[in-house]
């Protein structure tokens, strides 16, 4: 006699969806592998300094609203708590981050598992994660993409927990993270627009039947539904700088996609999540999972079309690595094992000497090239003090009436950051949300002290008089974003503030 049809969100029919329950979770060691990680980014957290995005983080945090220009409200409300819990530093900020990378170490490992792998392929999928490039960049510095990869593993997890059982209740724990997700960046719908079809195409189809899946997506409206309403309240912004990305880079991003996904994660591991993609594909025990063999490859399509960056398809990429974890550890067993386990070391190497602060900063080129975020944490308080010996060439009598103006929200940041050591005003700029925090009062009708226009040249004709007082020197000499940025001071505006703000703001 079968009961199961007594269950909720479950019917005598659903055999098809009912798999055998996952082994233990191999929680000694994976959690040994996520604590490892964990205190190796908490001991380099401060070695450089912040990036330009944390910046702006820091002051988009003291801004709450439901949304800001580039972004739903997460990453800077989890910037100021991480801030206010550990501290007004690198490594403050960077807490939170090294929670969330030492959980997506974990969310992986529970991958595998809830894809039948044991406990030495749990273990091998906590290693592989924690070998990622990916991984290790997003655990160093807080990022909307250090949240994003978490909530997409999550989903993916309670999305595989619903196939296996065919337990149609867990359509709630879904809509909750993806809802919750949605709060942090919008393209987790990407993640949706690719395996609800996959579903209907390769079955369980049964799991989509009922109420529960549309309950699901209810709950993860009603969560977003504040971000939604701000969006919606001004203008849709988010969708003018997603075109405005596509438009800049997309061919940049489409011509590196296939290299970045394998740089994203590591050479090393691509046996791993080629049997992973192939064991989704075949393996008849695994038949309720292969909507996800059919997502990867669409959401690459996605992306290749839309050009959006290559980092975009990774959390699938690494779904399929948990995937591959237990055929791995099958061939390896039987193969030469310590050899897999060296060259997973030097792949590890690899990449934390890429994507960590363990070079000195004169040595960045080396791997900026690869990864330019590394030589963006480099230089931001010299740039406040390029900025003040900028502002001692205002006469004090006209500092009342000044401004500080900046092309981008990464010297705004900085100014705002570290601008009070030399008496510099709150910075202004019309990039991204600092837009929305503007403009200076139409009585500021004094100097304008202009930081590095070279990228904006838009920005300088807005402005009388204007000639270079001083120049950006990071003293590594890195040529990053902001070396060699000339500070020019203006005697004005060629109209008041408030009739030159549209034409200020800007989005890249």
């Known amino acids: 006699m079968d009961i199961r049809g007594d269950v909720p969100g479950r019917t005598a029919g659903d055999d098809d969806t009912h798999a055998p329950a996952p082994p233990r979770f191999a929680a000694g060691p994976v959690l040994a592998v996520a604590g490892a990680i964990g205190g190796l980014q908490i001991l380099l957290s401060g070695r450089y300094g912040f990036h330009r995005d944390e910046l702006y983080f820091l002051v988009a945090g003291h801004h709450p609203a439901w949304g800001y220009t580039d972004q ?70 807080l990022s909307t993409v250090t949240f994003d990869l978490a909530a997409w593993l999550a989903v993916s997890l309670l999305t595989l927990r619903l196939l296996r059982t065919g337990d149609r209740r867990w359509w709630l724990a879904v809509g909750a ?13 990407l993640l949706a627009a690719v395996l609800l079809p996959a579903i209907r195409w390769t079955g369980p189809r049964r799991v989509l039947r009922g109420w529960w899946a549309p309950a699901g997506a209810l709950l993860a409206v009603a969560l977003v539904l504040p971000n ?17 990305i596509s438009d800049k880079d997309g061919l940049a991003n489409r011509l590196t996609f296939v290299p970045m996904q394998l740089l994203y994660l590591s050479p090393v591991l691509i046996p791993v999540w080629v049997a992973g993609f192939r064991r989704l594909r075949h393996d008849a025990a695994l ?18 079309i839309s050009g959006g960056k290559p980092y ?15 055929p791995t550890v099958q061939r390896v067993r039987t193969g030469r094992p310590v050899r897999f386990a060296a060259w997973l070391a030097v792949g590890a190497l690899v990449n934390v000497v890429i994507t960590l602060p363990v070079l000195p900063a004169r040595q960045l080129p080396v791997v900026s090239w690869i990864y330019p975020e590394q030589a963006e944490q480099v230089g ?15 006469p004090p009598e ?81 040529a990053n974003g902001e070396q060699h940025a000339p500070v020019l001071l203006c005697t004005g505006t060629v109209a008041p503030w408030s009739k030159l703000w549209p034409r200020l703001r800007h989005y890249y």
């Open 72 to 141: 739903p409200p997460l990453t800077p409300l989890l910037g100021r708590a991480s801030t206010a819990l550990f501290g007004d530093s690198p490594t403050g900020l960077r807490a939170v981050a090294v929670l969330l990378c030492a959980g997506t170490v974990v969310l992986v490992a529970l991958l595998a598992r809830e894809l039948g792998g044991g406990r030495p392929a749990q273990l091998l999928a906590a290693c592989a994660a924690a070998c990622s490039a990916m991984v290790l960049g997003i655990g160093h510095m």
């Open 177 to 189: 993270a993806f809802g919750i997700a949605l709060l942090n960046k919008d393209l987790v719908v």
């Open 228 to 244: 939604l309403w701000w969006q919606a309240a001004h203008g849709w912004p988010q969708l003018t700088v997603a075109g405005g």
């Open 287 to 304: 038949a309720w999972a292969k909507p996800f063999a059919v997502a990867y490859p669409a959401i690459c399509l996605l992306v290749l």
């Open 312 to 326: 975009y398809a990774m959390p699938l990429l690494l779904v399929l690595t948990a995937a591959g974890c237990e």
């Open 380 to 394: 931001w308080p010299e740039v406040a003090a390029a900025a003040g010996a900028g502002w001692s060439a205002v």
């Open 398 to 478: 006209l500092r009342s009436r000044a401004v500080v103006f900046t092309s981008n929200y990464g010297e705004a940041g900085a100014l705002a950051r570290y601008g009070a050591r030399y008496g510099l005003p709150a910075p202004q700029s019309g990039h991204m949300s600092f837009a929305d925090w503007g403009p200076p009062p139409d009585s500021a009708d004094g100097p304008v002290l202009l930081l590095h226009p070279a990228p904006y040249p838009e920005v300088e004709r807005a402005f009388t008089g204007c000639h270079e007082v001083a120049r950006v020197d990071n003293g590594h000499g890195l």
